[in-house]
């Protein structure tokens, strides 16, 4: 069971940018597909990037299309999220995911695909 912890959440200003990093435990990270995700208070958790265990493939959600950027370093057993441009909209708990098995092909981003969770980080925008 791999074990993950987010960080680098905080407040930002409208425009404003965050890197958040998710540490791995499992020395076989570079075998893991990867993911962001968010929770808004009282929606559901929604899909925001996904990369394949290489780093070669990579999958992102319309709302953060082209200003989030998810990326990893498999020496260091480290995923991230370059947010850039923030908004009031993106205020929510992120969260890392991590899953043994590929997800199934155009559900990268499906929450039902990972089934190891980081405990989240806080991310808020304000205006």
């Known amino acids: 069971q791999i074990h993950l912890v987010e960080s680098g959440g905080g407040s930002v200003q409208t425009g404003g940018s965050l890197r958040l990093s998710c540490s791995a435990s499992?020395?076989?990270?570079?075998?893991?597909?990867m993911a962001w995700f968010r929770r808004v208070a009282g929606q559901a958790r929604e899909g925001l990037a996904a990369?394949?265990?290489?780093?070669?493939?990579?999958y992102y959600g319309d709302s953060v299309k082209g200003r989030f950027t998810i990326s990893r370093d498999n020496a260091k057993n480290t995923l991230f999220l370059q947010m850039d441009n923030l908004q009031p909209g993106d205020t929510a708990i992120y969260y890392c995911?991590?899953?043994?098995?590929?997800?199934?092909?155009?559900?990268?981003?499906?929450?039902?695909?990972?089934?190891?969770w980081g405990q989240g980080t806080q991310v808020t925008v304000s205006s």
């Open positions: 499992d020395y076989m990270f570079s075998q893991y597909s």
């Open positions: 990369i394949s265990p290489s780093g070669a493939a990579l």
């Open positions: 995911a991590a899953s043994w098995r590929l997800p199934s092909n155009r559900a990268e981003l499906a929450e039902s695909q990972y089934d190891n």
